[in-house]
């Protein structure tokens, strides 16, 4: 049956990803965005799909509430947030107020026009750190314990919406995500950053020690999962999503120079970002089990897929990179 949903953040990395995913599961479904274009939006991450298009900022309240009025959505999907943890240790402000504030305007105006769904998309970063040697995994009841401020206005947004579900009885999901990668990621992220810097034989800059472990998951991946969440998980209940794929960033780095027959001597170890943490790995048995979700696209044949693509849309990272000249410069001074 045809669905109208409302997608808030859907001008970003993986927003636009799901977009597309969507529109070929379910051509006939009605796609509303509601993104307010920050650095890390953008349309051209959508051209050639169908969607209606509201230029609108989540954490101003009077514009949601317009949004859910006038388009009367049946579901509502939020990636809409501030996303990169070091600019959130320059200037945590602004993710108080959009990834909190914003989320719970969202989860009012889903409230009074009774939505069917409300599916939140968080993090792994909420759950905190792993640390160093051990085989633990993040379980969807681990408890939250965040380190950096985008962590911290994620976790208090993850629990805003499952307060709505105890209190109202909103029916909302929750999603938690490893790290991604894949085709329109902003390219101050670490695989798209570490790409455009390696092109122009500019230094690769690990934080620290280089060894803080991520678990990567395809895009296209993660799109899946959020579309077998919001059709068929059960009302209230958080689902963790990863890839079983851990890497050191070292890895990262020397399979990118590799790939891109650059010499390893553009990686340099500079001083660590603020409460950096070591190990994020995932428990995704819960979204197998109850979904039949698991990862499709592995690592070693869609980290050349990626590659490729920012290498055939060299245009799209140069003006991207445009918007991040002040945060680069900032984040790398003095490193
Ligand atoms: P992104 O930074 O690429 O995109 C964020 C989008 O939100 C942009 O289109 C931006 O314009 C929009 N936005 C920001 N502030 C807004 C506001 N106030 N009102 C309306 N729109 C606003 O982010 P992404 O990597 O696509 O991440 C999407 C979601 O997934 C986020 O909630 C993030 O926390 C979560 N997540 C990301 C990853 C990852 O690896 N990238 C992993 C797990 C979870
Ligand atoms: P990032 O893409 O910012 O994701 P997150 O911190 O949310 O996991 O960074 C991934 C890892 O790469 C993280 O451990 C920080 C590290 N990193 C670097 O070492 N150098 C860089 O220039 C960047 C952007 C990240």
């Known amino acids: 049956?045809?669905?109208?949903?409302?997608?808030?953040?859907?001008?970003?990395?993986?927003?636009?990803?799901?977009?597309?995913?969507?529109?070929?599961?379910?051509?006939?479904?009605?796609?509303?965005?509601?993104?307010?274009?920050?650095?890390?939006?953008?349309?051209?991450?959508?051209?050639?799909?169908?969607?209606?298009?509201?230029?609108?900022?989540?954490?101003?309240?009077?514009?949601?509430e317009q949004a859910f009025e006038t388009h009367k959505?049946?579901?509502?999907?939020?990636?809409?947030?501030?996303t990169h943890v070091d600019r959130s240790i320059l200037g945590?402000?602004?993710?108080?107020?959009?990834?909190?504030?914003?989320?719970?305007?969202?989860?009012?105006?889903?409230?009074?026009?009774?939505?069917?769904?409300?599916?939140?998309?968080?993090?792994?970063?909420?759950?905190?750190?792993?640390?160093?040697?051990?085989?633990?995994?993040?379980?969807?009841?681990?408890?939250?314990?965040?380190?950096?401020p985008y962590a911290a206005s994620k976790a208090a947004a993850d629990i805003f919406v499952r307060s709505y579900y105890e209190t109202y009885k909103l029916p909302i999901l929750i999603t938690r995500c490893t790290n991604n990668y894949g085709p329109y990621q902003f390219p101050e992220k670490l695989i798209p950053f570490f790409?455009?810097?390696?092109?122009?034989?500019?230094?690769?800059?690990?934080?620290?020690?280089?060894?803080?472990?991520?678990?990567?998951?395809?895009?296209?991946?993660?799109?899946?999962a959020i579309l077998s969440v919001l059709e068929r998980g059960a009302i209230g209940e958080v689902y963790n999503i990863g890839g079983h794929n851990e890497k050191t960033n070292i890895e990262i780095a020397e399979i990118l120079l590799e790939k891109l027959g650059k010499s390893k001597d553009l990686i340099t170890f500079i001083k660590d970002r603020k409460a950096h943490d070591r190990r994020y790995a995932m428990d995704a048995l819960k979204i197998k089990k109850e979904l039949g979700w698991t990862p499709e696209f592995p690592f070693e044949v869609w980290i050349d897929e990626t590659i490729e693509w920012y290498l055939s849309n060299?245009?799209?990272?140069?003006?991207?990179?445009?918007?991040?000249?002040?945060?680069?410069?900032?984040?790398?001074?003095?490193?």
């Open 1 to 64: 049956m045809s669905k109208k949903v409302l997608i808030a953040g859907g001008a970003g990395f993986i927003g636009s990803n799901f977009i597309r995913h969507t529109k070929e599961v379910h051509p006939d479904w009605e796609l509303i965005v509601f993104d307010v274009l920050t650095y890390a939006g953008n349309l051209e991450n959508l051209e050639g799909v169908e969607y209606k298009f509201i230029n609108g900022d989540i954490a101003d309240e009077k514009a949601v």
């Open 314 to 335: 060299k245009k799209w990272v140069e003006n991207c990179a445009k918007k991040a000249e002040d945060f680069y410069q900032q984040n790398l001074q003095n490193r």
């Open 195 to 224: 790409i455009f810097r390696a092109l122009n034989n500019e230094t690769l800059p690990l934080y620290g020690d280089g060894k803080n472990i991520r678990d990567w998951l395809f895009v296209r991946d993660h799109a899946r």
């Open 92 to 148: 945590p402000k602004v993710f108080l107020r959009t990834n909190v504030e914003g989320t719970q305007n969202l989860l009012e105006s889903a409230k009074k026009h009774k939505v069917e769904r409300y599916l939140q998309i968080s993090t792994d970063e909420v759950y905190g750190d792993l640390g160093d040697n051990s085989n633990d995994f993040f379980r969807e009841d681990t408890p939250l314990d965040p380190n950096c």
């Open 73 to 82: 959505p049946e579901y509502v999907v939020n990636f809409a947030a501030e």
